[in-house]
């Protein structure tokens, strides 16, 4: 295991900050909510269709910036 120091705020160091920026342009940023619907169900459900999806999940890891990740 090996500990990686990061600065306080790093977020293109964050892979988190990968999948929100996939969720903005993808999915809830893209079609206004319908009336009646709620913000947060639908990030939810977004969130878990990116969960199903390994290949999406690793893509996100493998993002240059977030490299030191997997370095071994």
Request: charged letters at 20%; hydrophobic letters at 35%; aromatic letters at 8%.
């Amino acid at each position: 295991m090996t500990l990686h120091f990061l600065p306080g705020y790093a977020p293109d160091l964050n892979p988190d900050e990968l999948v929100w920026s996939h969720v903005k342009r993808t999915g809830v940023a893209r079609r206004p909510l319908q009336s009646g619907e709620k913000m947060g169900l639908r990030i939810h459900e977004q969130l878990a269709e990116i969960g199903r999806n390994p290949r999406l999940v690793r893509s996100f890891f493998g993002h240059p910036s977030v490299s030191y990740i997997t370095d071994l």
